[in-house]
Protein backbone atom coordinates (compact mmCIF):
# COMPACT_ATOMS: atom_id res chain seq x y z
CA UNK A 1 0.00 0.00 0.00
CA UNK A 2 2.80 2.39 0.77
CA UNK A 3 4.28 2.16 -2.21
CA UNK A 4 1.22 3.55 -4.12
CA UNK A 5 1.13 6.13 -2.24
CA UNK A 6 2.09 9.87 -3.96
CA UNK A 7 5.26 11.61 -1.86
CA UNK A 8 3.17 14.18 -0.13
CA UNK A 9 0.66 11.82 1.06
CA UNK A 10 3.58 9.60 2.28
CA UNK A 11 5.16 12.58 4.23
CA UNK A 12 1.58 13.32 5.87
CA UNK A 13 1.50 10.07 7.15
CA UNK A 14 4.41 9.87 8.33
CA UNK A 15 3.73 13.36 10.29
CA UNK A 16 1.06 11.72 12.04
CA UNK A 17 3.40 9.08 13.13
CA UNK A 18 1.73 5.97 10.73
CA UNK A 19 3.32 3.45 9.20
CA UNK A 20 2.95 -0.10 8.01
CA UNK A 21 4.82 -2.48 10.25
CA UNK A 22 7.40 -5.09 9.38
CA UNK A 23 5.82 -7.80 11.00
CA UNK A 24 2.78 -7.34 8.98
CA UNK A 25 0.63 -6.38 12.40
CA UNK A 26 -0.53 -2.78 11.31
CA UNK A 27 -1.72 -1.80 7.49
CA UNK A 28 -2.58 2.21 6.79
CA UNK A 29 -4.21 3.61 4.03
CA UNK A 30 -5.58 6.82 4.04
CA UNK A 31 -9.22 7.93 3.85
CA UNK A 32 -11.37 8.02 1.97
CA UNK A 33 -9.98 5.27 -0.54
CA UNK A 34 -11.30 3.58 -3.49
CA UNK A 35 -11.37 0.18 -2.08
CA UNK A 36 -13.65 1.40 0.70
CA UNK A 37 -15.33 3.33 -1.91
CA UNK A 38 -16.18 0.02 -3.53
CA UNK A 39 -17.59 -1.82 -0.62
CA UNK A 40 -19.87 1.21 0.33
CA UNK A 41 -21.62 0.98 -2.84
CA UNK A 42 -22.28 -2.69 -2.63
CA UNK A 43 -23.33 -2.76 1.02
CA UNK A 44 -26.67 -4.09 1.49
CA UNK A 45 -27.51 -4.13 5.49
CA UNK A 46 -31.31 -5.20 7.19
CA UNK A 47 -32.93 -1.78 8.88
CA UNK A 48 -32.33 -4.04 12.06
CA UNK A 49 -28.32 -3.20 11.41
CA UNK A 50 -28.60 0.21 9.62
CA UNK A 51 -30.89 1.76 11.77
CA UNK A 52 -28.45 1.43 15.01
CA UNK A 53 -25.34 1.49 13.02
CA UNK A 54 -26.59 5.07 11.37
CA UNK A 55 -27.09 6.61 14.71
CA UNK A 56 -23.77 5.36 16.16
CA UNK A 57 -21.83 6.71 13.41
CA UNK A 58 -23.81 10.03 13.61
CA UNK A 59 -23.51 10.06 17.89
CA UNK A 60 -19.70 9.63 17.03
CA UNK A 61 -19.22 11.98 14.69
CA UNK A 62 -20.92 14.98 17.26
CA UNK A 63 -18.52 14.01 20.03
CA UNK A 64 -15.41 14.47 17.77
CA UNK A 65 -16.32 17.24 16.52
CA UNK A 66 -17.10 18.64 19.44
CA UNK A 67 -13.97 17.07 20.99
CA UNK A 68 -15.97 15.60 23.65
CA UNK A 69 -13.79 13.34 25.74
CA UNK A 70 -16.29 11.74 27.99
CA UNK A 71 -19.80 11.58 26.84
CA UNK A 72 -20.97 7.93 27.15
CA UNK A 73 -19.09 6.91 23.72
CA UNK A 74 -15.86 4.89 24.34
CA UNK A 75 -15.16 4.34 20.90
CA UNK A 76 -15.50 0.77 20.12
CA UNK A 77 -17.91 -1.06 18.00
CA UNK A 78 -18.37 -4.74 17.26
CA UNK A 79 -19.84 -6.77 14.61
CA UNK A 80 -20.77 -10.02 15.53
CA UNK A 81 -21.92 -13.44 13.33
CA UNK A 82 -21.58 -15.79 10.90
CA UNK A 83 -19.15 -15.63 8.43
CA UNK A 84 -20.25 -14.10 5.13
CA UNK A 85 -22.68 -11.78 6.44
CA UNK A 86 -20.81 -8.63 5.65
CA UNK A 87 -19.10 -7.97 9.20
CA UNK A 88 -15.77 -6.59 7.56
CA UNK A 89 -17.55 -5.05 4.48
CA UNK A 90 -19.50 -3.16 7.03
CA UNK A 91 -16.32 -1.76 8.69
CA UNK A 92 -15.06 -0.93 5.77
CA UNK A 93 -18.04 0.96 4.71
CA UNK A 94 -18.41 3.01 7.94
CA UNK A 95 -14.69 3.62 7.49
CA UNK A 96 -15.30 5.17 4.24
CA UNK A 97 -18.27 6.89 5.02
CA UNK A 98 -16.37 8.81 8.08
CA UNK A 99 -13.30 9.40 6.16
CA UNK A 100 -15.54 11.36 3.65
CA UNK A 101 -17.41 13.56 5.83
CA UNK A 102 -13.81 14.23 7.99
CA UNK A 103 -12.31 15.42 4.60
CA UNK A 104 -15.47 17.19 3.77
CA UNK A 105 -15.15 19.51 7.27
CA UNK A 106 -11.93 19.41 7.93
CA UNK A 107 -10.29 19.55 4.47
CA UNK A 108 -7.82 16.84 5.45
CA UNK A 109 -7.37 12.75 5.43
CA UNK A 110 -8.22 10.68 7.58
CA UNK A 111 -6.40 7.64 8.25
CA UNK A 112 -7.03 3.89 8.39
CA UNK A 113 -5.39 1.25 10.35
CA UNK A 114 -6.43 -2.35 9.85
CA UNK A 115 -4.95 -4.31 12.98
CA UNK A 116 -3.55 -8.17 12.27
CA UNK A 117 -3.28 -9.55 15.67
CA UNK A 118 -2.09 -12.98 15.45
CA UNK A 119 0.62 -11.15 13.41
CA UNK A 120 1.36 -9.73 17.04
CA UNK A 121 1.70 -13.17 19.04
CA UNK A 122 5.27 -14.13 19.56
CA UNK A 123 6.66 -17.43 21.44
CA UNK A 124 8.95 -15.12 23.21
CA UNK A 125 8.29 -14.56 27.05
CA UNK A 126 6.54 -10.82 27.42
CA UNK A 127 7.14 -10.06 23.56
CA UNK A 128 3.54 -10.66 22.81
CA UNK A 129 2.12 -7.67 25.16
CA UNK A 130 5.19 -5.47 24.27
CA UNK A 131 3.82 -5.99 20.29
CA UNK A 132 0.29 -4.79 21.57
CA UNK A 133 1.71 -1.90 23.46
CA UNK A 134 3.49 -0.75 20.22
CA UNK A 135 1.10 -0.91 17.78
CA UNK A 136 -1.53 1.00 19.83
CA UNK A 137 1.41 3.71 21.01
CA UNK A 138 1.22 4.13 16.90
CA UNK A 139 -2.10 4.54 16.88
CA UNK A 140 -2.29 7.04 19.80
CA UNK A 141 -0.23 8.87 17.94
CA UNK A 142 -2.55 8.90 14.71
CA UNK A 143 -5.74 9.67 16.40
CA UNK A 144 -4.06 12.41 18.44
CA UNK A 145 -4.04 14.41 15.19
CA UNK A 146 -6.22 12.98 12.66
CA UNK A 147 -9.42 11.05 12.76
CA UNK A 148 -7.92 7.06 12.80
CA UNK A 149 -10.42 4.44 12.27
CA UNK A 150 -9.10 1.26 13.62
CA UNK A 151 -10.44 -2.54 12.37
CA UNK A 152 -9.43 -5.50 13.53
CA UNK A 153 -10.65 -8.61 11.72
CA UNK A 154 -11.56 -12.09 13.89
CA UNK A 155 -10.97 -10.48 17.13
CA UNK A 156 -11.58 -14.00 19.39
CA UNK A 157 -7.75 -15.07 17.69
CA UNK A 158 -6.27 -12.91 20.41
CA UNK A 159 -9.06 -11.25 22.63
CA UNK A 160 -10.11 -14.64 23.62
CA UNK A 161 -11.71 -15.29 26.63
CA UNK A 162 -9.03 -15.18 29.65
CA UNK A 163 -11.51 -17.44 31.98
CA UNK A 164 -11.98 -20.55 29.73
CA UNK A 165 -7.97 -20.72 29.48
CA UNK A 166 -6.91 -23.66 30.85
CA UNK A 167 -5.17 -23.83 33.66
CA UNK A 168 -1.55 -25.05 32.06
CA UNK A 169 -1.71 -22.40 29.70
CA UNK A 170 1.39 -19.56 29.17
CA UNK A 171 0.38 -16.33 31.60
CA UNK A 172 1.75 -14.46 28.33
CA UNK A 173 -1.36 -15.24 26.61
CA UNK A 174 -3.45 -13.46 29.73
CA UNK A 175 -0.76 -10.65 29.91
CA UNK A 176 -1.25 -10.18 26.15
CA UNK A 177 -4.92 -9.76 26.65
CA UNK A 178 -4.37 -7.76 29.62
CA UNK A 179 -2.52 -5.68 27.74
CA UNK A 180 -4.98 -4.90 24.78
CA UNK A 181 -7.84 -3.66 27.48
CA UNK A 182 -5.58 -1.34 29.14
CA UNK A 183 -4.43 0.17 25.67
CA UNK A 184 -8.12 0.48 24.50
CA UNK A 185 -8.95 2.13 28.17
CA UNK A 186 -6.08 4.54 27.34
CA UNK A 187 -7.38 5.69 23.85
CA UNK A 188 -11.07 5.62 24.96
CA UNK A 189 -11.17 9.81 25.81
CA UNK A 190 -9.97 10.32 22.11
CA UNK A 191 -12.77 11.50 20.00
CA UNK A 192 -10.58 11.13 17.06
CA UNK A 193 -10.19 6.86 17.20
CA UNK A 194 -12.96 4.34 16.24
CA UNK A 195 -11.92 0.62 16.31
CA UNK A 196 -14.17 -1.66 15.01
CA UNK A 197 -13.81 -5.20 15.21
CA UNK A 198 -15.92 -8.12 13.65
CA UNK A 199 -16.05 -11.92 15.04
CA UNK A 200 -17.57 -14.94 13.91
CA UNK A 201 -17.36 -16.24 17.41
CA UNK A 202 -18.54 -13.66 19.78
CA UNK A 203 -18.89 -16.05 23.18
CA UNK A 204 -15.17 -16.60 22.64
CA UNK A 205 -14.15 -12.86 23.21
CA UNK A 206 -13.20 -11.79 26.65
CA UNK A 207 -16.23 -10.51 28.66
CA UNK A 208 -14.68 -7.45 29.64
CA UNK A 209 -13.92 -6.31 25.86
CA UNK A 210 -17.61 -6.98 24.94
CA UNK A 211 -18.31 -4.75 28.29
CA UNK A 212 -16.39 -2.09 26.89
CA UNK A 213 -18.37 -1.82 23.66
CA UNK A 214 -20.30 1.29 22.80
CA UNK A 215 -22.36 -1.26 20.45
CA UNK A 216 -22.32 -4.83 19.48
CA UNK A 217 -24.33 -5.59 16.69
CA UNK A 218 -25.23 -9.19 15.75
CA UNK A 219 -25.40 -9.55 11.99
CA UNK A 220 -27.99 -12.41 10.60
CA UNK A 221 -27.91 -14.38 7.78
CA UNK A 222 -29.95 -12.31 5.26
CA UNK A 223 -33.74 -12.39 5.22
CA UNK A 224 -35.83 -12.26 2.48
CA UNK A 225 -35.25 -8.25 1.54
CA UNK A 226 -31.73 -7.83 1.80
CA UNK A 227 -31.46 -11.47 0.29
CA UNK A 228 -33.45 -10.10 -2.95
CA UNK A 229 -31.26 -6.81 -2.92
CA UNK A 230 -27.99 -8.47 -2.55
CA UNK A 231 -28.59 -11.32 -5.50
CA UNK A 232 -30.22 -8.10 -7.18
CA UNK A 233 -27.03 -6.51 -7.38
CA UNK A 234 -25.15 -9.44 -8.11
CA UNK A 235 -27.16 -9.91 -10.88
CA UNK A 236 -26.26 -6.76 -11.94
CA UNK A 237 -23.36 -6.68 -12.24
CA UNK A 238 -23.21 -10.38 -14.15
CA UNK A 239 -24.97 -8.36 -16.78
CA UNK A 240 -22.17 -6.51 -17.83
CA UNK A 241 -20.73 -10.14 -18.71
CA UNK A 242 -23.89 -10.98 -20.23
CA UNK A 243 -24.93 -13.04 -17.98
CA UNK A 244 -28.78 -12.70 -18.06
CA UNK A 245 -30.84 -13.04 -14.20
CA UNK A 246 -34.42 -11.30 -14.79
CA UNK A 247 -35.91 -9.66 -11.80
CA UNK A 248 -38.45 -12.37 -11.34
CA UNK A 249 -35.90 -14.65 -11.05
CA UNK A 250 -34.03 -13.03 -8.88
CA UNK A 251 -36.76 -12.67 -6.48
CA UNK A 252 -37.81 -16.22 -6.52
CA UNK A 253 -34.85 -17.68 -6.15
CA UNK A 254 -34.21 -15.21 -3.09
CA UNK A 255 -37.36 -16.53 -1.60
CA UNK A 256 -36.53 -20.22 -1.64
CA UNK A 257 -33.08 -19.61 -0.61
CA UNK A 258 -33.38 -16.71 2.50
CA UNK A 259 -37.08 -18.44 3.86
CA UNK A 260 -36.15 -21.83 3.75
CA UNK A 261 -32.68 -21.97 4.65
CA UNK A 262 -31.32 -20.12 7.58
CA UNK A 263 -27.94 -20.23 7.45
CA UNK A 264 -27.27 -19.11 3.73
CA UNK A 265 -24.85 -16.29 3.62
CA UNK A 266 -24.96 -13.31 1.59
CA UNK A 267 -21.49 -14.23 0.49
CA UNK A 268 -22.44 -17.05 -1.38
CA UNK A 269 -25.88 -15.03 -2.85
CA UNK A 270 -23.30 -12.50 -4.25
CA UNK A 271 -21.62 -15.07 -5.92
CA UNK A 272 -24.37 -16.91 -6.88
CA UNK A 273 -24.79 -15.76 -10.76
CA UNK A 274 -21.47 -16.12 -11.46
CA UNK A 275 -21.35 -19.63 -10.48
CA UNK A 276 -23.92 -20.88 -11.90
CA UNK A 277 -22.91 -19.53 -15.58
CA UNK A 278 -19.91 -21.30 -14.74
CA UNK A 279 -21.27 -24.44 -13.68
CA UNK A 280 -24.40 -25.09 -16.18
CA UNK A 281 -22.63 -22.68 -19.09
CA UNK A 282 -26.36 -20.89 -19.46
CA UNK A 283 -26.41 -17.27 -20.11
CA UNK A 284 -30.49 -16.93 -18.74
CA UNK A 285 -30.29 -18.01 -15.38
CA UNK A 286 -33.54 -19.36 -13.70
CA UNK A 287 -34.07 -19.54 -10.02
CA UNK A 288 -33.82 -23.88 -10.80
CA UNK A 289 -30.59 -22.65 -11.46
CA UNK A 290 -29.66 -20.28 -8.85
CA UNK A 291 -31.00 -22.79 -6.36
CA UNK A 292 -29.31 -25.36 -7.36
CA UNK A 293 -25.69 -23.86 -7.32
CA UNK A 294 -26.93 -23.14 -3.99
CA UNK A 295 -26.97 -26.33 -3.08
CA UNK A 296 -23.84 -27.39 -3.96
CA UNK A 297 -21.80 -24.76 -2.87
CA UNK A 298 -23.25 -25.26 0.87
CA UNK A 299 -22.73 -28.73 2.53
CA UNK A 300 -23.53 -30.81 -0.36
CA UNK A 301 -27.00 -29.39 -0.36
CA UNK A 302 -27.68 -31.03 2.98
CA UNK A 303 -28.53 -27.60 4.60
CA UNK A 304 -31.32 -27.49 1.45
CA UNK A 305 -33.28 -30.16 1.53
CA UNK A 306 -36.79 -28.52 2.20
CA UNK A 307 -35.83 -26.46 -0.79
Known amino acids: MAGMLG ?24 LPCLEFAQLEAKLVLPPAIEGP ?61 SLNLPALVSDMLGETAKRVAAAFRSIAVSAAQTLTVVTIDEMESLFFDRARLPPNDPTDLIRA ?17 LCIGTTNLLGRIDRALVDRADLVLHFPCPDVPTGTAILAQAARAAERLDIHVCHEEVRAAAERLCLRNKTISGRVLARLP ?17 VATARRMLDGGNKYDNV
Open 274 to 290: LIAHLETGATDLRARDL
Open 53 to 113: LTRYVALHELRRRRWLSDAGLGGVLILAGPPGVGKTMTAGAVAQRMGKDFAREAGGQAVHV
Open 7 to 30: SEERARRQDVGVRDSDDGAIRCSA
Open 177 to 193: VNELLKQLDRLRTCPNL
